[in-house]
């Protein structure tokens, strides 16, 4: 999974549910880390050990959870604890097609040929609001 980081306003300006942890040691497993970090924080719904382009493990990794609030308290506290040490965080968020709103494309990539109808309505009204 790579680290790459959303571009896009839209997403960029919801409140993230993911955090990129540097420096974890090649030693812990995602399980171990899932583990060791769900006695501290229980609303853990994925950890996951990123790769460079050419499959290799990084020495970050992407926690995901499942509600914003935790996010935003840990972000405050600029640091995550593993094993009761602090690591480096920042937050993460995922590429959101702006044309179907699906995860893991660009809209320049996205399957769905066509803009919905109602996804076209809700653009043109958020360029209402912004004119307005």
């Known amino acids: 999974m790579s680290s790459e980081q959303s571009t896009t306003t839209s997403s960029s300006s919801l409140p993230p549910r993911s955090l990129i942890v540097s420096n974890v040691s090649l030693a812990k497993d995602e399980t171990w880390?899932?583990?060791?970090?769900?006695?501290?924080?229980?609303?853990?719904?994925?950890?996951s050990r990123n790769h460079d382009q050419d499959g290799r493990e990084l020495s970050s990794i992407q926690v995901d959870f499942h509600s914003e609030e935790i996010v935003s308290e840990i972000l405050d506290e600029e640091a995550i604890y593993i094993e009761d040490r602090p690591y480096y965080i920042r937050p993460f968020w995922p590429v959101i097609s702006y044309r179907c709103q699906n995860e893991g494309h660009k809209a320049a990539e996205c399957p769905?040929?066509?803009?919905?109808?109602?996804?076209?309505a809700e653009l043109l009204h958020e360029q209402k609001t912004l004119v307005s």
Do not use: A, F, G, W
Not at 33 to 47: A, E
Not at 112 to 120: A, H, I, K, N
């Open 33 to 47: 880390l899932y583990n060791d970090l769900s006695h501290t924080y229980p609303d853990i719904k994925k950890v």
């Open 112 to 120: 769905q040929r066509y803009l919905p109808e109602s996804r076209l």
